[in-house]
């Protein structure tokens, strides 16, 4: 006879409680990028489901439209969530606001892009790294980077920083890349800061696709959106390791 399964804790409840709210809720947490099927514009669309009538309706159709529902998760998600440190990192992400997630990627690009800032002679150029990235995770950057993340620090080499960083870039639109509308979805976030987001998407999708997918539709398409690449390189192992310690040295639970 089997033994029952332990209650989950209030904490784990309410992490898992996050995690269908998005399947069932979607409207209040994509990024408008994906209501391209509506004939609305995004913000109209969102302030239409905040209607009780329409709520539920438009929610079940957005839901079913992305394929939320037909999401799958590991069978054994609940007895890892005991065990995998990346889901649980992965499952506290989702709870975030969008403004926290993107402030965490900024330090993480910062990291990732510090080979390159290192190597610019103009000092406009490192002015204008700090400035899109943010005065802290340039720090951050510049403070641990070597010592603690030498594998994540490689993983942006692709990335052409100097591009971004010229005057005139087609990159000069982005602004307040951490800023959220009404409804909590995330405006585009730089270039830069993407290269962090890519990565938290990647330590999620290792964690569990159907968690990945959840987190990725809180920011911009980059299917759609000039500048962006849409892959994301798997995380090698140490890089996950890395990227474990950064969460913990940045004070996310698990």
């Not at 965490?104 to 406009?124: D, E, G, M, N, T």
Request: charged letters at 20%; a positive charge.
């Amino acid at each position: 006879m089997s033994r029952p399964s332990a209650p989950l804790n209030r904490d784990t409840a309410a992490q898992i409680a996050r995690m269908a709210e998005c399947v069932i809720r979607p409207l209040e947490f994509v990024h408008d990028d994906y209501l391209s099927h509506s004939p609305l514009d995004g913000q109209a669309f969102k302030k239409l489901a905040a209607f009780p009538a329409f709520c539920t309706p438009l929610n079940q159709a957005f839901s079913r439209n992305l394929g939320l529902k037909q999401l799958s998760f590991s069978k054994d998600f609940l007895r890892e969530l005991d065990e995998n440190v990346a889901l649980k990192i992965t499952l506290r992400l989702l709870q975030y606001e969008t403004a926290e997630i993107v402030t965490l990627a900024r330090h993480c690009a910062a990291i990732q892009l510090f080979p390159q800032i290192r190597l610019c002679v103009l000092k406009s150029k490192r002015k204008k790294a700090e400035t899109i990235l943010g005065s802290d995770a340039f720090l951050t950057a510049m403070r641990e980077a070597q010592a603690f993340y030498p594998c994540l620090a490689e993983r942006s080499r692709a990335f052409q920083l100097d591009e971004v960083l010229r005057p005139n870039s087609d990159q000069e639109g982005y602004e307040n890349p951490d800023r959220e509308t009404s409804h909590g979805a995330a405006q585009n976030a730089h270039p830069t800061i993407w290269e962090g987001l890519k990565t938290f998407i990647a330590f999620a999708r290792r964690a569990d696709p159907g968690c990945a997918t959840l987190f990725s539709l809180r920011f911009q398409n980059p299917m759609t959106t000039a500048g962006l690449t849409s892959t994301a390189p798997t995380l090698t192992d140490m890089q996950a390791a890395e990227l474990t310690t950064f969460f913990r040295n940045r004070g996310v639970p698990w």
